[in-house]
């Protein structure tokens, strides 16, 4: 079956840095999104990788490694802000997308 | 900025009740989603449709309907509500390509007492 594997929560302390990691199990694959939501509100898109590697974005970087179906969205210079849910949602063979349940992610002072 | 509106964010409705939530895009996108979104579990595919009047079942499209009549707009139809359909429905859009960001509305939760 197709599964997306993600920590329900963690912890972080502001101005550290996070890395949110995301294991996936797609038939086929074309690519992995990272969204962000807030309590309350829509998903918004993060970023989307299809190649290895680290994309950087500003405060935030997402790895992807399709060997291993792994990846991972790296936060920097956390901030208080930044205290949201993290979804992870790979693209099968059948440009579907595959949710993860989301990684609650709470800044503390 | 791409637009997505849900026609409410919140819904109470009672077991029976035909239940129509809209989702309205200003983007001329091709693409539009229903999702619905539960705790613990990952947003999960009820309906999508890639065209007007076209529309294709998702992972868990039982109990529910969809229509496109006009390119912006995208209903989901509860035919008969019940209590296990008590969710958050998410309304997203995207373009024509499969690898397209997708953007989503802000939301309706829906209560089926």
């Known amino acids: 079956g197709q599964n997306i594997d993600q920590p329900t929560e963690m912890t972080a302390t502001e101005g550290a840095i996070v890395q949110i990691n995301c294991t996936y199990q797609t038939s086929g694959f074309n690519g992995l999104f990272w969204y962000q939501q807030h309590a309350g509100e829509a998903p918004t898109f993060l970023s989307y990788?299809?190649l290895d590697g680290l994309e950087e974005k500003g405060r935030f970087s997402s790895f992807l490694s399709r060997s291993k179906g792994y990846s991972y969205l790296l936060l920097k210079e956390l901030q208080m802000k930044d205290s949201a849910s993290y979804l992870c949602?790979?693209?099968?063979?059948?440009?579907?997308?595959?949710w993860g349940a989301g990684t609650k992610l709470i800044i503390k002072p | 900025d791409v637009k997505v509106t849900q026609s409410s964010r919140y819904l109470v409705k009672r077991t029976g009740e035909k239940v129509f939530l809209e989702c309205v895009q200003d983007m001329d996108h091709e693409n539009m989603f229903w999702y619905r979104q539960d705790p613990g579990l990952g947003l999960r595919l009820i309906y999508f449709s890639y065209d007007v009047k076209m529309k294709e079942k998702g992972d868990i499209p039982e109990g529910y309907s969809v229509s496109r009549e006009k390119k912006e707009r995208f209903s989901l139809i509860l035919e008969s509500a019940s209590t296990n359909q008590t969710s958050m429905y998410l309304c997203?859009?995207?373009?024509?390509?499969?690898?397209?960001?997708?953007?989503f509305g802000p939301g309706t939760r829906l209560t089926v007492l």
């Open positions: 990788n299809v």
């Open positions: 949602a790979g693209l099968d063979s059948n440009y579907q997308l595959i």
């Open positions: 997203a859009t995207g373009g024509g390509q499969h690898t397209d960001t997708q953007y």
